[in-house]
């Protein structure tokens, strides 16, 4: 009998482990799934291009009397970091980042770096837009929508720049580098960078908040959109 009873605990004891593999390997599975979705790989040729033009950039600024603030990395590392995020790509090939620069001169260094980040936000709120048209173009065509219903869809899209930039979250600052003009003046010069995934997916989630007060229906439809 403690035989039969220690072949029962065995057994279920398997049973559980059996199915906790199970579970572990589901979990596993979409884990890896979603990574694979978001998996950055970085083209060697060109990382070596991008090294060579970041030192390049780093000592025309130097020569222009460009310094990098207390507590940033070193100008050349700033740029190497900023070069190197334009060299990776997705597993489709298209921009991990969308990256954008910008200058701006102000009174002081704050109020400078204020001026060209927000320049620079800009940039990439219409880098996002053209991307996200392409998108939807894409999938307009594909579709085989009604005439009607892409107009729409496009005079949204094409007046989206403002709606974009709101949804813009934290920037990954890249570069911040300045120099005191001969008036006293700071000028300013700074690279953001944005995950490319993350903001497309924000971009189309506004646009669709946008269409749904035409059309709820055609705001599902970009539901269905890939980014």
Known sequence: MKRN????ALTALFVCFALG???????????????KKQEKVL????????LKEARREAKQLEKEGFRTPVGKLPLAKQLENAWEKQAELDMEGNPFWYIASSRAVGGNQSSAVLQATNAAKIDLAGQIQTRVAQLIE??????DMGQEEAASLSSVVASSKSIISATLGRTIPLV????TLENKNVEVMVTIGY???AANKA???AIRKELAGKSEELA???DKLGY
């Open 195 to 197: 995950s490319s995934q």
């Open 138 to 143: 894409t999938k307009v065509a594909n579709d």
């Open 5 to 8: 009873l220690l072949i029962g």
């Open 43 to 50: 083209d060697k040729e060109l990382r070596k291009k991008a």
């Open 203 to 205: 971009a189309v989630e």
């Open 21 to 35: 593999v199970q579970a572990q390997e589901r979990a596993t599975g979409k884990d890896y799934k979603d990574l």
């Open 220 to 222: 599902q439809e970009l």
């Open 176 to 179: 911040e580098v300045y120099r």
